[in-house]
């Protein structure tokens, strides 16, 4: 089975839409604000609304700065990111929600596209665990090529079926949605520069790795794929 091809146009467009939806909830509460303003001169009402607003705004710039990191340029080709911008986007982007970030990766210049990748795992690790826990993040290794993981516990854990093969670029039925784009865009990634991603679970811990392709690369396991994996309880949670 070869990898699913993507016109590079409609890539942009699911990307674009992905974007926009994380945005247009809080844009929108924005405008709900604005309006009970313009109509409500009632004082603790125009309290409330002031607060929806500031909350709300914050909630948009946090989304876009991650965005902007996770899927933009952030940058001239070749260039590094210093790894303290993201965790501070990705701070931003967890904010108060359900799920807690734990960053314990150092500081450091590290090349984009390895940076990218560090982004959108967070955001695959986030949505494992869908009713809220801790996701922690370490890199060992050289900054240039780092091996990358990521811990999620939470309650009852989750990964999606269709995972794998997003992320392998072998997605269900040969279509890609702009709910799916994010981790088919995870792989892409992955792959353009040659690392590999597996994905196991126990009890309540989703583990997640990234690593440089080692040669040869065995048949189980594919460039920018998830796979099951059993691990030592000891193992996983030695971070």
Same mark, same amino acid.
């Given at each position: 089975?070869?990898?699913?091809?993507?016109?590079?146009?409609?890539?942009?467009?699911?990307?674009?839409?992905?974007?926009?939806?994380?945005?247009?909830?809080?844009?929108?509460?924005?405008?709900?604000?604005?309006?009970?303003?313009?109509?409500?001169?009632?004082?603790?009402?125009?309290?409330?609304?002031?607060?929806?607003?500031?909350?709300?705004?914050?909630? *948009?710039? &946090?989304?876009?700065? #991650?965005?902007?990191?996770?899927?933009?340029?952030?940058?001239?080709?070749?260039? $590094? %990111?210093? =790894?303290?911008?993201?965790?501070?986007?990705?701070?931003?982007?967890?904010?108060?929600?359900?799920?807690?970030?734990?960053?314990?990766?150092?500081?450091?210049?590290?090349?984009?596209?390895?940076?990218?990748?560090?982004?959108?795992?967070?955001?695959?690790?986030?949505?494992?665990?869908?009713?809220?826990?801790?996701?922690?993040?370490?890199?060992?290794?050289?900054?240039?090529?780092?091996?990358?993981?990521?811990?999620?516990?939470?309650?009852?854990?989750?990964?999606?079926?269709?995972?794998?093969?997003?992320?392998?670029?072998?997605?269900?039925?040969?279509?890609?949605? *702009?709910? &799916?784009?994010?981790? #088919?865009?995870?792989?892409?990634?992955?792959?353009?520069?040659?690392?590999?991603? $597996? %994905?196991? =679970?126990?009890?309540?811990?989703?583990?997640?790795?990234?690593?440089?392709?080692?040669?040869?690369?065995?048949?189980?396991?594919?460039?920018?794929?998830?796979?099951?994996?059993?691990?030592?309880?000891?193992?996983?949670?030695?971070?």
């Amino acid at each position: 089975m070869t990898t699913f091809a993507l016109d590079a146009l409609d890539l942009a467009a699911l990307l674009c839409s992905r974007v926009c939806h994380d945005v247009i909830s809080p844009v929108g509460a924005i405008v709900n604000g604005l309006e009970v303003l313009e109509d409500d001169n009632d004082a603790d009402t125009r309290v409330f609304a002031l607060d929806l607003i500031k909350k709300s705004a914050n909630t *948009a710039s &946090a989304k876009l700065q #991650f965005c902007r990191l996770a899927f933009g340029a952030a940058g001239s080709a070749g260039a $590094s %990111i210093d =790894t303290g911008d993201a965790e501070s986007v990705t701070r931003g982007l967890f904010g108060d929600d359900k799920v807690k970030l734990d960053w314990t990766a150092p500081r450091v210049l590290m090349p984009k596209n390895k940076v990218k990748l560090i982004l959108n795992l967070c955001v695959i690790a986030a949505g494992t665990i869908p009713r809220g826990g801790v996701v922690t993040v370490s890199t060992s290794g050289p900054s240039e090529a780092p091996d990358i993981r990521l811990v999620a516990r939470g309650v009852n854990p989750r990964v999606n079926h269709a995972l794998a093969g997003l992320l392998a670029g072998k997605p269900e039925n040969d279509t890609i949605d *702009a709910h &799916a784009i994010q981790p #088919f865009f995870t792989g892409l990634v992955a792959r353009q520069i040659d690392y590999e991603i $597996s %994905i196991g =679970t126990l009890d309540d811990v989703v583990l997640i790795e990234a690593k440089p392709v080692a040669a040869p690369v065995h048949a189980d396991t594919v460039p920018g794929a998830a796979t099951s994996i059993e691990r030592d309880p000891n193992d996983v949670f030695d971070l």
